[in-house]
Nanobody
Framework: QVQLVESGGGLVQAGDSLRLSCAAS????????MAWFRQAPGKERDFVAT????????WYADSAKGRFTISRDNGKNTVYLQMNSLKPEDTAVYFC???????????????WGQGTQVTVSS
């Protein structure tokens, strides 16, 4: 089993940047694809970005493309989401997930963190 803990969220203004971190423990992180999802109040949990187990492939939601970057440091058992040019519509709880493949579907991931709140003011 894998345990995931997100951190790095906070309150920022539009145009600011944040870097979210997801620290993993348990089974070795290099065997898992990782992803970030987000969920705003009253909305579905939406895909943001995913990265393959070896870090060689990344995929992004259209809303994140060009602004967000997913990366991983398997030596530190950590996955990151660098978020630049933040917009109010990015406000959500951001969740880290681990699974067998780099997918865009929440159902494809087996393990989830508790989430970290990102709030972007106008």
């Amino acid at each position: 089993q894998v345990q995931l803990v997100e951190s790095g969220g906070g309150l920022v203004q539009a145009g600011d940047s944040l870097r979210l971190s997801c620290a993993a423990s348990g089974r070795a992180l290099p065997v898992y694809a990782m992803a970030w999802f987000r969920q705003a109040p009253g909305k579905e949990r939406d895909f943001v970005a995913t990265i393959s187990a070896n870090g060689g492939g990344t995929w992004y939601a259209d809303s994140a493309k060009g602004r967000f970057t997913i990366s991983r440091d398997n030596g530190k058992n950590t996955v990151y989401l660098q978020m630049n040019s933040l917009k109010p519509e990015d406000t959500a709880v951001y969740f880290c997930a681990a699974g067998p493949r780099a997918l865009m579907r929440a159902a494809g991931f087996n393990y989830w963190g508790q989430g970290t709140q990102v709030t972007v003011s106008s």
